[in-house]
């Protein structure tokens, strides 16, 4: 478990809020790049104090909900969008939170909430989880899938697949201006899907494009390696489609992060 606390927040794009936290516990992190991810624990309510659960070897859950109903810390997985050292000998972290709205266009969601008024010093950890994406050794090329809940996560896997790797990426996000420049490798295609009717079910678009992507190229190669996630049904829906077109389950990544109301 890390302690920092909040050094900025600032909007990264219409749909992204980027977090900036620092603190010495940070220096001991081993970032390992890709989607390195970690489980985010944040004060119940602002001002209140951080009760942290005692964490030994894997296990924090039921530690985690021995404390108190009205002290335990609330708790989501994020994605480390980077890591830099600092000169005093401690690190900075960057989180990009998704800014979900609700019906009358107000920021919802707890973390959602915090990034987005969070202001410097407050308090939060970071238990480390490692990354999820890990392609054998044997693989000749990858297709990463996401809506924009999985975006730091396909933007880090971009960024740190060699310069030689093959595949492709579809990224579904809400608004235009979500649409970046990713660093990766020359061989490796990205398509963007812009969702515009905001009314639309998250992940669906993406998903369609999967399928279509599939149907035209009508087997993939078995020694691929495939990284599906996002909203649970293009998560699952999207494996389906993959591991039909003939890459075998052991060599899908497949991961709901999280369920649209209505699915």
């Not at 980027?18 to 790049?33: I, M, Q, Y």
């Not at 119940?44 to 009760?51: D, E, F, H, R």
């Not at 969601?109 to 890990?134: E, K, N, R, Y």
Request: hydrophobic share 45%; aromatic share 8%.
């Amino acid at each position: 478990m890390f302690s920092a606390t909040v050094v900025r927040s600032v909007r990264l794009a219409p749909s992204f809020q980027r977090v900036t936290v620092a603190g010495a516990d940070l220096a001991d992190f081993e970032w390992r790049g890709f989607d390195h991810w970690f489980r985010l624990f944040l004060p119940p309510a602002p001002g209140a104090p951080l009760v942290l659960p005692r964490v030994s070897g894997r296990s924090w859950w039921k530690p985690y909900l021995a404390i108190a109903e009205h002290e335990r810390p609330h708790c989501s997985n994020y994605t480390v969008a980077a890591l830099r050292r600092t000169a005093e000998g401690g690190a900075e972290m960057d989180i990009d939170v998704v800014l979900h709205h609700d019906s009358e266009g107000a920021i919802a969601g707890g973390v959602a909430i915090w990034a987005s008024t969070a202001t410097a010093g407050s308090p939060l950890a970071m238990l480390d989880q490692g990354p999820l994406f890990d392609p054998p050794a044997d693989t000749r090329a990858v297709h990463l899938v996401t809506d924009e809940s999985g975006l730091p996560a396909v933007r880090g896997i971009l960024r740190d697949l060699s310069a030689d790797a093959a595949g492709t990426a579809i990224i579904e996000v809400p608004s235009p201006g979500d649409v970046e420049e990713l660093t990766r490798p020359a061989d490796v295609d990205v398509t963007w899907i812009v969702r515009h009717d905001q009314t639309a079910v998250p992940g669906a678009a993406a998903l369609a494009a999967v399928q279509t992507s599939v149907a035209a190229v009508g087997r993939v190669d078995p020694l691929d390696y495939a990284f599906v996630v996002g909203e649970s049904t293009l998560a699952t829906e999207g494996r389906r489609a993959v591991h039909r077109a003939g890459l075998p389950k052991s060599r899908i990544l497949f991961s709901g992060f999280w369920k649209h109301e209505g699915h």
